[in-house]
């Protein structure tokens, strides 16, 4: 009876320590993968443009994006109620300012790239996407507004582009601000160039309420000929 009471705790104890050494591997490997997922969210490229048998891909500086490789580029699709404007959604890590450009590939494979200089976009889980135009430079535009907020509460700018939100709450976008130039926000982003933008500035609170501002819609001219800022006060 002791000899093979001493016998069954050696054959079991391979297989305990292969459970043991498992069990630590995955403790120590799934809170990583669940970290590295939070940190995405999807961006939507949008660019209209128009074509002769070629794709649009786009492309930039950030790995999901081909890091600037036209092999690499993510394709961009269009439908036949859709075309000019072509789109592509990728996700890319919160907080990351990103360069990127669209080219388009002929269907012999020549590639040819936009002429504009690279555009920008800094990753927010609440900012839209891009609403581009093929080889037309977008206005890099700064909103400032002054406004005092509650603890908790966000302020945003939305209008009636797709790249400011197209007056959706849910994808306007976000302002900063901070101890040394509370109660000033702002924000850039980029918008086409040469067109009257209708723009109004939103507080959101953590329980998801949004406080509009009073009064009419805000407008601002979007000129090509170089960056735009908008200095507001809340009302």
């Known amino acids: 009876m002791l000899a093979s009471r001493s016998r069954m705790p050696a054959a079991w104890r391979p297989v305990l320590m292969l459970a043991a050494l498992l069990a630590g591997l995955l403790a120590g490997t799934a809170p990583h993968a669940r970290a590295a997922t939070t940190q995405d969210t999807s961006v939507t490229f949008r660019v209209q443009a128009t074509t002769e048998g070629e794709t649009l891909l786009v492309t930039g500086s950030a790995p999901q994006l081909g890091a600037w490789d036209p092999a690499k580029a993510v394709p961009l699709g269009t439908t036949a109620s859709a075309y000019p404007h072509w789109s592509a959604a990728v996700q890319l890590p919160v907080g990351a300012t ?59 700018v939305t209008g009636d582009l797709p790249d400011l939100g197209s007056w959706d709450p849910a994808k306007a976008v976000p302002l900063t601000t901070g101890s040394a130039t509370y109660p000033l926000w702002s924000g850039a982003h980029q918008l086409p160039p040469n067109i009257t933008v209708q723009y109004k500035y939103l507080k959101k609170i953590p329980d998801g309420t949004v406080i509009w501002e009073n009064g009419d819609n805000r407008t601002v001219f979007t000129s090509s000929a170089g960056a735009l800022t908008v200095n507001d006060s809340w009302r």
């Open 98 to 156: 990103v360069q990127y450009k669209y080219l388009k590939r002929s269907p012999t494979g020549t590639v040819t790239w936009e002429s504009t200089p690279n555009r920008t976009l800094t990753v927010s889980r609440d900012a839209p996407g891009n609403d581009d135009r093929w080889n037309v430079a977008p206005v890099a535009a700064t909103f400032r507004a002054t406004a005092t907020t509650t603890w908790g509460q966000n302020l945003y």
